[in-house]
């Protein structure tokens, strides 16, 4: 993320488009234009916008886990099935 770069961000229940203006260690200013409010300046912090990637990240882990688990749990009733016969 660079000054100048534009980003959506989660504001209230829906999404907005802005432009960043600032860019600090912890925290990002942007440039949103609202109806009533042309050009506003919001504030947020720089690790909601990661925390959207990382938390794709951990969704793929999960789902290639439960996925494992799966197959296991197919592999072991395949077993006792046999054990039974």
């Known amino acids: 993320m ?5 980003v959506t961000f989660s504001f209230g ?5 802005g432009v960043v203006e600032k860019l ?3 925290t990002v200013y942007l440039r ?3 109806p009533k409010h042309p050009n506003k300046l919001i504030v947020r912090k ?3 916008f990661e925390a959207d990637a990382s938390s794709a990240q951990k969704k793929k882990k999960k789902e290639e886990a439960l ?4 197959e296991m749990k197919k592999g072991k009733e395949a077993s006792r099935k046999d054990k039974k016969e």
């Open 2 to 6: 660079k000054v100048g770069d534009k």
């Open 13 to 17: 229940q829906g999404e907005k488009e």
């Open 46 to 48: 720089l690790s909601d």
């Open 32 to 34: 949103v234009n609202f």
């Open 24 to 26: 600090f260690a912890k």
């Open 67 to 70: 996925k494992k688990r799966k």
